[in-house]
C-alpha cells in the first residue's frame, strides 16, 4: 500500500458500481444476518413502533437523556475545572499552614 492511499484513503465504492455491487450487497446480507442472530433488528423493530404510537414520551425520553448527557458534562467539566485551580496562597502560608498542622493536628 502507498503512502498516499494511507493518506488519503480510497475512494467510497458506490453501491451500483457493478465492480463493488457483489462486495457491497454481501457485506450487507452479512450485517442483516447479525442483526437478526443478535436480536437487534427485532429490539429496533419494537422500539420503532412504541416511538410511534407514543410520540411525545418518546420524544421526551429522547431529548431528555439528552439533556442529563449535557449536564453531566458540564458538572464534570466545571468539577475538573475548579479541583485544578491552584491556591491563592503565597508559598510562605502555604508552609505556615503545613508546619501548624504538623504540630497542632486535631484543631
Known amino acids: 500500500m502507498s503512502f498516499k492511499k494511507m493518506i ?5 465504492p458506490d453501491k451500483n458500481d457493478p465492480k463493488y455491487k457483489e462486495r457491497y450487497e454481501r457485506e450487507v446480507e452479512a450485517g442483516r444476518k447479525f442483526a437478526q442472530k443478535s436480536g437487534i433488528s427485532w429490539l429496533a ?3 420503532q413502533a412504541w416511538g410511534q ?3 411525545m414520551a418518546f420524544i421526551i425520553i429522547v431529548f431528555g437523556f439528552v439533556f442529563m448527557c449535557l449536564i ?5 467539566l466545571v468539577r475538573v475545572y475548579n479541583q485544578g485551580m ?3 496562597a503565597v508559598a510562605v502560608e502555604r508552609v505556615d499552614s503545613a508546619l501548624h498542622e504538623r504540630l497542632h493536628p486535631h484543631e
Do not use: F, W
Open 53 to 55: 404510537a407514543h410520540k
Open 45 to 47: 423493530r419494537n422500539l
Open 72 to 76: 453531566v458534562n458540564v458538572y464534570r
Open 8 to 12: 488519503i484513503g480510497e475512494p467510497m
Open 86 to 88: 491552584p491556591s491563592k
